[in-house]
């Protein structure tokens, strides 16, 4: 029995997933005829150099929970079913290859356990590790099947392209006895990196971590009415994620560094595809690594999970550069995602596809822009040259044309379009009952919605039917109409991540929606952080509306690190520093406690009693101060709701 089936077995027919209409079948079927079928080139370079396939069915954690599943995507076997896009079909397939992959002699490459690549390159005495994965398992199964295959190395030189958690988060999984093991190792990381990657995972990590668990489809069952991939590879995995501080920082263009006896000549790449990034060309292997700035997708420059505005203009002159730099020396080209690309003139022609892409959309949008057209308007206006349309990864599995014009636009001018009626709007569920007041009540707002969903129109249906949900939150005809019409879109996308967000936000509706991820990046990257962006985490959760009338001036001595912090309670902020940040106000607590404990009570304030009473924790002065401060320090929620009501709580006490 297939996840799909197990799953839907229990629901009822009301509030299981719907089979494709003839709308999107049709649409489907035109769209197949238009599509590049002749161009076969990267189903060749996805079986190139493959020299074993993964040995086991899933990757488990500690306590034997699944993070991993091979056998999840073995539906991809089968023929495009109606129920998903031809053109996201077939980039799902791509993705499923799983194994170890020879790229060129000494340069290696574990796909298909995790969303990422995990690439190795052989030194003189062992290997140097580039992007190890998202989890701590997956990472270790993948080196486990590198060793299996090219022999027990050690490691000696670790890579971090960039900042995002699919490149870094699963290192600790490299070695048996975790940091230690990695302490006089090189890890290399661009300049920024460890700033950029709390600002990420920790600061906004919770209403990230909910979104991407739309976006990448987690809690979706995989199959042909489900989860297909998220277009730059299959899905997430749900381990233990890590993080060890770079020794090693790559500041500038040019710059050169040799590890193990493998030389790097790095290109920084800033405010591509994430704020610190690098790509790197191994001149003895004549191989380039793109990192995340060229892959076989068109990217994102403004995620559906939530990240900073991506500066379209730079990343198409970063590639410029790449194509100048490496172009003419390269032989193989590869990414921490997708299937590397093999020959000068291909690479050199990839690279420049993917520049003009991202020129082309920065451009057009500008011009638009300049014309006077909104984000809304562009969206629907622009559209790709015949010659970007054909070329598979320029495609949109996983950024889209739509939502990347808009990313333009915010970024140029911000959220706002310049029409003042949507200056100053109602909150969702405040203009909600109002639309629906307006509309002549949700009865009749649902029969014409019904109507316009038998004609296929569904992106109507959607945006109308959010209005009567919102108002009547509880009307069951509502949600699974909306659910209906949210599940074709989903069928219809050609966009991966749009399809997860579509399903999910259905399941949402129907169910209540899938669980949040269990795994969270905060918890496990706390230890990597400085002293200030380890206060930045607690200030970030500080309930501001009860602080307003809390004070506590504790003054906290890492003992291990010989560093102490004030944090100071004012005026509904908890700000800190070295030295007093607030003249005039005294101390009324002092901690004196390792950090390892420290880590523990930033993760959770309201347990710092056990702390104290096992000795962990030396106190001066009244704890007072330190139980105001954790009755303030909220722990997020995982599970908020996003496409139905959130409670936005008491505007007076925060609640």
């Not at 790449?322 to 003419?328: E, K, N, P, Y």
């Amino acid at each position: 029995m297939s996840t799909e089936q197990s799953t839907q077995g229990s629901r009822s027919p009301e509030r299981a997933p719907k089979p494709p209409s003839e709308h999107v079948i049709a649409a489907h079927r035109r769209a197949a005829g238009t599509l590049p079928w002749s161009n076969r080139e990267d189903l060749a370079d996805a079986e190139r150099g493959l020299l074993a396939e993964p040995e086991q069915r899933t990757v488990t954690d500690d306590e034997g929970r699944t993070v991993w599943d091979f056998e999840r995507y073995r539906f991809l076997e089968a023929e495009p079913p109606d129920s998903v896009h031809p053109s996201l079909w077939r980039q799902a397939r791509l993705l499923a290859r799983a194994g170890l992959f020879e790229v060129v002699p000494g340069v290696y490459q574990v796909r298909g356990f995790d969303l990422s690549n995990m690439t190795l390159v052989e030194g003189e005495r062992g290997v140097v590790v580039v992007d190890p994965l998202i989890s701590v398992e997956t990472a270790r199964a993948a080196f486990e099947l590198y060793q299996r295959h090219r022999g027990p190395r050690p490691i000696t030189g670790v890579v971090f392209t960039h900042n995002h958690v699919d490149h870094f988060g699963g290192v600790l999984g490299l070695t048996a006895s975790g940091a230690r093991e990695l302490a006089d190792v090189e890890v290399i990381a661009p300049e920024g990196f460890t700033e950029h990657a709390v600002d990420e995972n920790v600061y906004a990590g919770p209403v990230m971590s909910r979104r991407a668990g739309f976006m990448y489809g987690s809690g979706l069952p995989t199959g042909p009415r489900g989860q297909v991939g998220v277009g730059l590879g299959l899905g997430t995995s749900s381990g233990r994620v890590s993080l060890v501080r770079p020794n090693v920082h790559i500041e500038r263009t040019g710059q050169q560094h040799i590890v193990d006896g493998v030389r790097m000549v790095f290109q920084l790449v800033a405010d591509t595809e994430a704020p610190a990034e690098l790509n790197f060309h191994l001149p003895d292997f004549a191989a380039l690594c793109v990192a995340e700035t060229a892959t076989h997708t068109q990217h994102n420059l403004g995620t559906l999970r939530g990240a900073p505005v991506r500066d379209a203009r730079a990343w198409a002159r970063a590639l410029t550069e790449t194509i100048r730099l490496f172009g003419a020396d390269s032989e193989v080209l590869f990414a921490g995602h997708n299937w590397p690309t093999w020959g000068s003139e291909r690479i050199v022609r990839f690279l420049g596809l993917q520049r003009d892409l991202y020129t082309y959309l920065h451009d057009q949008t500008l011009r638009l822009m300049n014309r006077g057209l909104g984000p809304a308007e562009i969206a629907e206006t622009l559209e790709l040259p015949e010659t970007l349309r054909d070329s598979w990864h320029a495609r949109g599995y996983y950024g889209s044309t739509s939502h990347n014009v808009k990313a333009v636009y915010q970024r140029y001018v911000g959220w706002f379009d310049g029409n003042p009626a949507n200056l100053w709007p109602h909150p969702p569920t405040a203009a909600a009952t109002r639309y629906v007041r307006f509309m002549g009540g949700s009865g009749h707002v649902l029969r014409m919605a019904e109507r316009s969903y038998s004609e296929g129109d569904y992106r109507w249906v959607v945006e109308v039917v959010n209005h009567v949900v919102h108002t009547e939150p509880d009307n069951e005809r509502a949600r699974l109409l909306q659910a209906d019409a949210l599940e074709q879109l989903g069928y219809g996308a050609e966009n991966a991540t749009w399809r997860n967000f579509f399903l999910t936000a259905a399941a949402e509706l129907r169910t209540g929606g899938p669980a949040a991820q269990p795994r969270s990046g905060g918890g496990g990257m706390l230890a990597a952080l400085s002293l200030p962006q380890l206060f930045d985490s607690i200030a970030v959760r500080v309930n501001g509306p009860r602080a307003a009338r809390g004070r506590a001036h504790i003054v906290w001595e890492v003992e291990d690190e010989n560093v102490r912090r004030h944090t100071v309670l004012s005026n509904g902020a908890l700000v800190h520093d070295e030295s007093n940040p607030v003249p005039g106000s005294a101390p009324g607590l002092t901690l004196r406690l390792p950090r390892a404990v420290l880590n523990r009570i930033a993760a959770r304030p309201a347990d710092f009693r056990e702390h104290v009473v096992n000795g962990a924790v030396h106190v001066e002065g009244d704890l007072a101060a330190l139980e105001t401060l954790a009755d303030l320090v909220e722990q997020p929620r995982r599970d908020f709701p996003v496409v139905t009501p959130v409670d936005t709580g008491d505007p007076e006490t925060g609640r």
